[in-house]
């Protein structure tokens, strides 16, 4: 079962004791006076891991919407090509 408490006890010395105190793995819930769940509480690593989903997910929309709204999409190596007959300068190269 999750642990709960209030979220006037997280400030206090017996909050922070808890926090120190919880189970690894399981996320936490903070609830607000009426009950209701105001925040959660996870490990570093769980979170870093949660944020790296995010930002691969956020970037295959972002592909999707590219793919949906162009007619065509350019090869790199043609773009790459355009780019240095029209003199302009490269910062990455694909190797």
């Known amino acids: ?15 922070c004791d808890m926090i120190a105190g919880m189970r690894q793995g399981a996320p936490h819930f903070i609830v607000g006076p009426d009950g209701r769940k105001r925040g959660v509480v996870l490990e570093v690593t769980h979170y870093r891991r949660l944020m790296r989903r995010i930002e691969d997910l956020e970037d295959t929309l972002a592909l999707d919407r590219a793919a949906q709204s162009s007619k065509k999409l350019v090869p790199y190596e043609t773009v790459r090509k355009r780019l240095t007959q029209a003199g302009k300068t490269l910062l990455y190269r694909a190797t």
């Open 1 to 15: 079962m999750k642990k709960a408490f209030a979220i006037s006890g997280a400030a206090s010395r017996e909050g």
